[in-house]
């Protein structure tokens, strides 16, 4: 397994969703927010642990996906009322499949955490433009020895 499959896992996830355009749901792709219509949610990497999980080349790995959601600013209370909506979705859409719809070896799938919403500006200063708040999703993993290696 690899960070790359589950954080493609969770863009499918993501993508499936009604508040999403397929599109609109990148992996580390900021240009998305110049293409349209909102919201948007960009993947990207976040820290990863990894543990013994048991015997003979057993481990867990605790990986970080981290989710930026974005809703286009159109005045207070509006802007943030769409966010609370489309950030319920994707914490629904993460607890709905804990192994991220059968991706091998993943155990949990769990939206930890989240940065508080901020505003996003232009370079010079105009905006607000949207709104965005960070998820982060907990996904563990665990694995045996594949039969490479020490353990062939």
Known sequence: MSYATIEAAVQTLLQALDNFASADVTRGDWRVLDS??????VLYPGPFAAAVGGD????????????EVFERYLDNGTSETSLEATRQAVIDALLSYPTLNG????TLVLPE???PIQYVYDESGGGPFFVMQRISILVVERTCADGSGEFA
């Open 56 to 67: 003979w080349g057993q481990h867990v790995i605790d990986w970080t996906v981290n989710c």
């Open 103 to 106: 991706v091998s070896g993943v």
């Open 113 to 115: 955490r989240a940065e």
């Open 36 to 41: 349209g219509g909102a919201p948007y949610a």
